[in-house]
């Protein structure tokens, strides 16, 4: 789940490889006669095939399965021949794999950060100290380049009729390079303390201070927020877009300033010399000038989609579609002596959760057809599933439903966020909730059904940030399942050994469940 702050022929031979010995079809093993490879008795859903895949697939191998890597084509490919070797129809433009073409940009070595004082001075190393921001997203113009200004410390960048607090209005800040810490003020308590450590407050602080004019902002985080940093960093370092979108006219001539991130340290050149102890508004004595030079490469990335035919003849045109993204954020920071963010709950558990889904429907075909897709780039924007929903590889109006399972594994073991069925507009999603419901109650072990995030305008905004948001942009009925998000959400430690299995395969059951309701049902879930 992306969080809420925001080679083409040469890429494609390890996938197409991994998908020329295709095992047969579920439709041509049903043809020739061929067995089944699992009995019809087992358990649908194998709390050991669960756990064997996502061993595999959130190793440290894989380190971290981040769009643009080779490692992002590894973890496509392994999906690719487990639907090969599971016998699901290719429905890519490559067999299993839809190319999606994308850009990355990304800082080069001859970027150069540097603070002066007293005419001595100092590198800044990028990425270990400071990394730059460098895309507002498709459309919206570019932060500055190229600065050289003189440093301003602005606190928090708070106002505070309590404490009597006005950073801004202390300093002056047009032109400047503006330095401010998001966090709580030491001896901050209860729910403001918690609202200045949240990510949501860090927007508002940037429009707060870029209301003054800075040249750039440094933002620094303190020791609470310091988290919110390697979250951001891949983001920073390896910025994705889908294909790049020209700026308006009218947006052009806007002028951003250079935005840049680092984590508050004692003796940093960005804090006054008493910090932590001072945090007052004041000039630093030194100068910043810094030229950010940039790489921009065009690169294709993967969708991956199988299906299992339906069995109904006037049925078997139209699909009830299963999604979770297969990416992850890659090699982070270095915590406590590991920098790989794994992503076993994000979204390996879904991924894998997939796939024993195929492979029970495979062995039991609904009268629609199954669509599944893993989506691409999801953490850099929802990009495979918006690239898939603009160029589908069946009819958009083919998909009766979309169910996404995005981060299953964790949390409380009899609690399941839905959401989709009150957030889509228009009750687009209301009677797929209805079945949701009535699937859930009929099942041995219902889940507690948390619909606290359902809501369009839910603060966090989840219903926006999973693929299956693309879906509904389209009309598609969407719901999307969720066991929360956790301490190791977008971070290191977001391990396998983590997962709690057995509510895994609880979910993965209810998603094969709810899916056979709706793709036996002829009437569509409207």
Same mark, same amino acid.
């Given at each position: 789940?992306?969080?809420?702050?925001?080679?083409?022929?040469?890429?494609?031979?390890?996938?197409?490889?991994?998908?020329?010995?295709?095992? !047969?079809?579920?439709?041509?093993?049903?043809?020739?006669?061929v067995s089944d490879p699992q009995p019809a008795t087992r358990d649908p859903? +194998?709390?050991?095939?669960?756990?064997?895949?996502?061993?595999?697939?959130?190793?440290? #191998?894989?380190?971290?399965?981040?769009?643009?890597?080779?490692?992002?084509?590894?973890?496509?490919?392994?999906?690719?021949?487990?639907?090969?070797?599971?016998?699901?129809?290719?429905?890519?433009?490559?067999?299993?794999?839809?190319?999606?073409?994308?850009?990355?940009?990304?800082?080069?070595?001859?970027?150069?950060?540097?603070?002066?004082?007293?005419?001595?001075?100092?590198?800044?190393?990028?990425?270990?100290?400071?990394?730059?921001?460098?895309?507002?997203?498709?459309?919206?113009?570019?932060?500055?380049?190229?600065?050289?200004?003189?440093?301003?410390?602005?606190?928090?960048?708070?106002?505070?009729?309590?404490?009597?607090?006005?950073?801004?209005?202390?300093?002056?800040?047009?032109?400047?390079?503006?330095?401010?810490?998001?966090?709580?003020?030491?001896?901050?308590?209860?729910?403001?303390?918690?609202?200045?450590? +949240?990510?949501?407050?860090?927007?508002?602080?940037?429009?707060?201070?870029?209301?003054?004019?800075?040249?750039?902002?440094?933002?620094?985080?303190?020791?609470?927020?310091?988290?919110?940093?390697?979250?951001?960093?891949?983001?920073?370092?390896?910025?994705?877009?889908?294909?790049?979108?020209?700026?308006?006219?009218?947006?052009?001539?806007?002028?951003?300033?250079?935005?840049?991130?680092?984590?508050?340290?004692?003796?940093?050149?960005?804090?006054?010399?008493?910090?932590?102890?001072?945090?007052? *508004?004041?000039?630093?004595?030194?100068?910043?000038?810094? #030229?950010?030079?940039?790489?921009?490469?065009?690169?294709?990335?993967?969708?991956?989609?199988?299906?299992?035919?339906?069995?109904?003849?006037?049925?078997?045109?139209?699909?009830?579609?299963?999604?979770?993204?297969?990416?992850?954020?890659?090699?982070?920071?270095?915590?406590?002596?590991?920098?790989?963010?794994?992503?076993?709950?994000?979204?390996?558990?879904?991924?894998? &959760?997939?796939?024993?889904?195929?492979?029970?429907?495979?062995?039991?075909?609904?009268?629609?057809?199954?669509?599944?897709?893993?989506?691409?780039?999801?953490?850099?924007?929802?990009?495979?599933?918006?690239?898939?929903?603009?160029?589908?590889?069946?009819?958009?109006?083919?998909?009766? &439903?979309?169910?996404?399972?995005?981060?299953?594994?964790?949390?409380?073991?009899?609690?399941?966020?839905?959401?989709?069925?009150?957030?889509?507009?228009?009750?687009?999603?209301?009677?797929?909730?209805?079945?949701?419901?009535?699937?859930?109650?009929?099942?041995?072990?219902?889940?507690?059904?948390?619909?606290?995030?359902?809501?369009?305008?839910? !603060?966090?905004?989840?219903?926006?940030?999973?693929?299956?948001?693309?879906?509904?942009?389209?009309?598609?009925?969407?719901?999307?399942?969720?066991?929360?998000?956790?301490?190791?959400?977008?971070?290191?430690?977001?391990?396998?050994?983590?997962?709690?299995?057995?509510?895994?395969?609880?979910?993965?059951?209810?998603?094969?469940?709810?899916?056979?309701?709706?793709?036996?049902? *002829?009437?569509?879930?409207?």
């Amino acid at each position: 789940m992306i969080p809420s702050v925001r080679i083409r022929v040469a890429g494609g031979g390890l996938l197409i490889a991994a998908a020329i010995g295709c095992a !047969p079809s579920a439709r041509s093993r049903q043809q020739s006669g061929v067995s089944d490879p699992q009995p019809a008795t087992r358990d649908p859903i +194998s709390l050991a095939e669960l756990d064997r895949d996502l061993h595999a697939f959130a190793a440290d #191998s894989m380190r971290g399965r981040e769009t643009g890597t080779a490692d992002a084509l590894r973890a496509a490919a392994f999906i690719g021949r487990r639907l090969a070797e599971l016998g699901l129809e290719p429905v890519g433009d490559s067999l299993y794999y839809q190319r999606v073409p994308m850009a990355r940009q990304v800082v080069t070595p001859a970027t150069r950060i540097a603070v002066t004082r007293n005419g001595v001075s100092r590198l800044i190393r990028v990425g270990d100290e400071l990394a730059p921001m460098l895309s507002l997203g498709d459309g919206l113009p570019e932060p500055r380049r190229s600065v050289s200004a003189d440093l301003v410390f602005a606190g928090y960048a708070m106002t505070s009729k309590a404490s009597g607090r006005d950073d801004l209005a202390a300093v002056d800040l047009l032109n400047k390079v503006a330095v401010v810490l998001h966090g709580a003020p030491p001896g901050t308590t209860g729910p403001i303390r918690d609202s200045l450590n +949240s990510d949501n407050a860090l927007a508002v602080q940037l429009a707060r201070v870029a209301l003054k004019q800075p040249a750039a902002i440094i933002v620094l985080m303190t020791p609470e927020t310091a988290k919110l940093y390697r979250q951001l960093y891949p983001s920073l370092m390896r910025d994705v877009r889908g294909q790049l979108t020209a700026v308006p006219p009218g947006m052009a001539a806007l002028e951003v300033p250079m935005l840049l991130f680092g984590v508050a340290r004692e003796g940093s050149p960005f804090l006054p010399k008493g910090w932590p102890a001072d945090d007052s *508004p004041q000039r630093l004595g030194s100068s910043f000038e810094a #030229s950010i030079d940039v790489r921009r490469e065009p690169f294709v990335g993967y969708n991956v989609i199988g299906r299992v035919p339906g069995t109904d003849p006037a049925l078997r045109s139209t699909y009830v579609a299963l999604g979770a993204h297969y990416d992850h954020v890659g090699v982070l920071p270095t915590q406590s002596g590991d920098s790989i963010a794994n992503g076993a709950d994000d979204d390996g558990s879904g991924t894998v &959760a997939l796939l024993a889904i195929a492979r029970a429907t495979v062995q039991r075909p609904s009268r629609r057809s199954t669509l599944f897709v893993w989506h691409a780039a999801e953490e850099k924007g929802l990009l495979g599933s918006a690239y898939f929903t603009s160029h589908p590889t069946v009819p958009m109006d083919s998909i009766v &439903a979309m169910l996404n399972a995005d981060m299953i594994g964790r949390n409380e073991r009899d609690r399941l966020y839905v959401v989709g069925p009150m957030a889509a507009p228009n009750r687009l999603s209301a009677r797929l909730g209805e079945i949701i419901d009535s699937v859930n109650a009929a099942s041995p072990a219902p889940f507690m059904i948390d619909r606290s995030w359902d809501s369009f305008a839910h !603060p966090e905004q989840i219903y926006q940030r999973s693929d299956h948001f693309n879906y509904a942009r389209r009309g598609v009925p969407v719901a999307f399942f969720t066991s929360g998000v956790h301490p190791q959400y977008h971070d290191v430690g977001d391990d396998a050994s983590l997962i709690d299995y057995e509510k895994m395969r609880r979910v993965a059951t209810l998603l094969l469940e709810i899916a056979r309701a709706v793709g036996n049902d *002829p009437n569509r879930p409207r």
